[in-house]
């Protein structure tokens, strides 16, 4: 038997702007329906240059320590999952383990495996708490992302920006994770990637969307063998590049289960509807997209939902996924609400499709420019961090 272990707190960060995508589908020639409908977009979060994922990854660590009153002291682990990280060797955990001032003692590293980076580092840490290799203390995973596509590419609207940090520990007041209980399945495809040098992401799109559904259909499946005789899941967070994704994920599962794509409509809009509010707010951000769903279901009903099983699927490209389960606490009402889980987006703002393409040419120098030397680099990232979330304050 295991402890019981999963994620006992979670916190955003999000850059400042937004671009409203009535008004990026207007400026692109094309009906405004296709994102808000047909991709199921209606905002994407937009990066500038002192929000890249160092910075917003150390932003949601420093909100989930303020949040859940958890220390730096109490980590033993920390990973960032991420697919745009600033540097090749250098690992993204190794910033945030300076800027957030974690022990020495501490298991640092990134781990790279498009959007599934997150889960991967989730699932480690947990299995690092079940192993005892833990000895009590706690893991902090950090998801981390920019996404970029080229301007006005079909991937275009699907973009997004933003971190998610996930304290894991023993005792879990939010979720505790069903351990040793996942679907796996993995792939050797090319359905979306970004080579060296690289800023914006390649993609074949439409096939990208059938390799999410294969491994989706391969890790439930997995899932169904080792997990599936406990109780029903009373909701599915996926992972969302776009709203619509979900939903054709949602039809694809509960059609291996027997349903008919009209009933899996129909049971969307309760077991997957209320897990799209943040991503819909924030756009894709890779590697947190699942955790964004997770966040959003929490802040809409975690209440409702204590003690009730909730399903969770990653997708990374390339590919992995994993389908697995877990169980509201108990308390996990009282705990969402005291974590204010989207008050980072109060103070967010609308650019203008003008705004956006502005920040995106000053990215394409970004990787050109010297990069300041250790402490100066770190000092940087610092007092943008105070700067824009005012969280020294
Ligand atoms: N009103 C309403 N709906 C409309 C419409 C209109 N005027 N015009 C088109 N639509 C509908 C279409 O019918 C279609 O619906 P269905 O998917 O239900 O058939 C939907 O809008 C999209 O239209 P297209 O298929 O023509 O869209 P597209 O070819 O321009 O691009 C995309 C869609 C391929 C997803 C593209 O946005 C893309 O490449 N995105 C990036 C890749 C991605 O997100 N892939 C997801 C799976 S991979 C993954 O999940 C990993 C990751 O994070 C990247």
């Known amino acids: 038997d295991f402890p019981r272990i999963g994620i006992d707190a979670i916190a955003l960060a999000v850059p400042r702007r937004f671009v409203d995508l009535t008004e990026l ?18 905002r994407m979060a937009i990066a500038a240059p002192d929000e890249d994922p160092i910075t917003l990854g150390a932003n949601a660590a420093r909100r989930l320590f303020q949040r859940s009153g958890a220390s730096p002291a109490d980590i033993g682990l920390c990973v960032v999952g991420t697919e745009t990280a600033v540097d090749h ?7 945030l383990h300076g800027l957030l001032g974690l022990p020495s003692a501490c298991r640092v590293f990134e781990a790279k495996h498009a959007c599934f ?9 947990v299995d690092w708490i079940a192993s005892g290799s833990a000895r009590g203390r706690a893991a902090l995973v950090v998801c981390s992302d920019v996404a970029r596509y080229a301007l006005g590419s079909a991937g275009e609207p699907t973009q997004g920006a933003g971190a998610v940090a996930l304290l894991v520990r023993e005792r879990p007041r939010l979720v505790e994770i069903e351990v040793g209980q996942t679907g796996t ?6 359905d979306f990637w970004r080579p060296l040098h690289h800023k914006e992401a390649l993609v074949d799109g439409h096939y990208s969307v ?40 949602h039809r694809h599962r509960l059609a291996m289960d027997g349903l008919t794509e009209q009933a899996a409509d129909e049971s969307f809009a ?19 997209s699942l955790y964004l769903a997770l966040a959003s279901l929490l802040n809409a009903e975690a209440r409702a939902l204590e003690g009730q099983r909730v399903g969770l699927f990653s997708y990374g ?38 705004e956006y393409e502005a920040l995106r040419k000053g990215d394409e120098a970004a990787d050109r420019r010297p990069a300041p ?4 680099r770190a000092a940087a990232r610092l007092d943008s961090r105070v700067v824009y979330l005012g969280l020294d304050s």
């Open 270 to 288: 309760v077991e997957v509807e209320p897990s799209l509010d943040l991503p819909s707010r924030i756009g894709n951000i890779y590697t947190g």
């Open 25 to 42: 589908a207007e400026a692109r020639g094309i009906a405004p329906s296709k994102y808000l409908t047909g991709l199921g977009t209606r």
């Open 185 to 190: 399945y993995a792939r050797d495809v090319y």
């Open 373 to 376: 030397e250790g402490a100066e």
């Open 317 to 354: 490209s390339g590919c992995c996924a994993e389908f697995f389960a877990g169980r509201i606490g108990p308390e996990a009402g009282a705990v969402a609400a005291a974590l204010e889980i989207d008050a980072p987006l109060d103070g967010c703002h609308r650019a203008s499709v003008a």
């Open 89 to 95: 060797a250098k690992p993204a955990a190794s910033f």
């Open 117 to 125: 980076g997150g889960t991967a580092g989730l699932l480690n840490a």
């Open 210 to 249: 059938q390799c999410y559904l294969d491994a989706l259909a391969g890790a439930y499946g997995d899932w169904r063998r080792v997990a599936g005789d406990g109780d029903p899941l009373a909701r599915t967070c996926y992972h969302v590049p776009y709203g619509k994704m979900a939903r054709k994920a």
